[in-house]
């Protein structure tokens, strides 16, 4: 039977809501300076996993005409550009034929990427296939980078370049634990315990799966240990194919964990979860374009070339960690 509560291993990666806002609000701010400082944000990474910010854009109007600045991505803004490459992520999974695991590794690596950075430092495009890439070594599903790129259309060398960044980002800590395994694991203890038949489970199970795959895409997976992800897919599993009395169940998963929580505690985490869901929103075609206008203007990349050359040209080559850089307080 799957452990539906936060193991010590796990739990410096399951936050509160305010946590949450917190680490989000804190790498726009980071942003933000880089964006006044510097006049753009996005930085570039080197081969070998090196950061560097552009030099510092200095106007002969000692940068007066403020109307003329970029400007940055708020917080819903960054939120709606994550919810887009975290459904591209999926459908850059789907069409390579990858099993769940690897597409739930690499979402939490995407997730817990950007708890660090904002889409206005490092491009979601490049992380979102880097992540997948990493997702596949540690899943031992070895995709090379260069059928990775070729793919999508993507230079592999980019995927590369980014996949130290994105691995101190993690802290190394490369082990995800997914629900899709704790849906199998309440499965096969519901089966010994209800003694349901196989079709019957086969169908809880596989709409389960789906379920997870909404609540991947939400902030839930930041918020809740995989178990209870599991049990609020069975839950909304459940209330289609009606296998079993979920009450009595989750009662009796109570009782044989001897777990602290109380039935109503477990109740209000699976609402939670279900909540998180109903209120998942896609950013309409007009709302994404507008933020990607945003966002180019951020990272420095004007609509003619000679812009995009000026950006590389002056970039300042410090060699530094990420965390040295993400931590590191922006100087005057």
């Known amino acids: 039977m799957a452990d539906f509560q936060t193991s010590t291993q ?23 300076e880089a964006l006044e400082k510097f006049g753009a944000a996005l930085m570039e990474v080197d081969a070998d996993g090196s950061l560097s910010y552009p030099d ?92 990775l790129g070729k793919g999508i259309s993507q230079d592999h060398q980019i995927i590369l370049n980014y996949e130290m960044i994105v691995y101190q980002s993690l802290e190394f800590d490369l082990i995800v634990y997914a629900p899709y395994r704790s849906v199998e694991g309440y499965v096969n203890d519901i089966e010994e315990l209800f003694n349901e038949n196989a079709e019957m489970l086969q169908m809880l199970k596989v709409t389960a799966s789906l379920e997870v795959d909404k609540i991947m895409l939400t902030d839930a997976p930041l918020l809740f240990p995989p178990g209870q992800l599991a049990l609020a897919a069975l839950r909304r599993s459940n209330e289609v194919h009606g296998v079993i009395d979920f009450n009595s169940y989750l009662d009796s998963i ?79």
């Open 254 to 332: 109570l009782s044989r964990q001897n777990s602290t929580h109380t039935i109503s505690e477990l109740y209000e985490g699976i609402n939670a979860i279900e909540s998180l869901v109903n209120r998942y929103a896609f950013p309409s075609e007009k709302d994404l374009k507008h933020i990607n206008r945003k966002l180019k203007s951020c990272w420095g990349l004007g609509s003619n070339d000679e812009s995009k050359k000026r950006e590389k040209k002056s970039k300042h080559k410090s060699k530094r960690s990420s965390n040295e850089m993400q931590n590191r307080p922006l100087q005057n």
């Open 56 to 147: 510092p854009q200095i106007n002969s109007k000692d940068h007066a005409d403020k109307h003329s600045r970029p400007k940055s991505l708020s917080i819903e803004e960054e939120q709606f550009m994550r919810v887009f490459y975290e459904n591209k992520l999926q459908e850059v999974c789907n069409n390579f034929h990858f099993p769940h695991k690897i597409q739930a590794t690499a979402l939490i690596y995407f997730k817990r990427f950007y708890l660090q950075w904002s889409v206005m430092q490092h491009n979601p495009k490049n992380v979102m296939l880097t992540c997948i890439y990493a997702a596949c070594k540690i899943e031992e599903n070895h995709v090379s980078a260069e059928e």
């Open 10 to 32: 796990r739990a410096k990666w399951i936050l509160s809501p305010q946590e949450l806002g917190g680490r989000y609000n804190a790498a726009n701010q980071r942003a933000i």
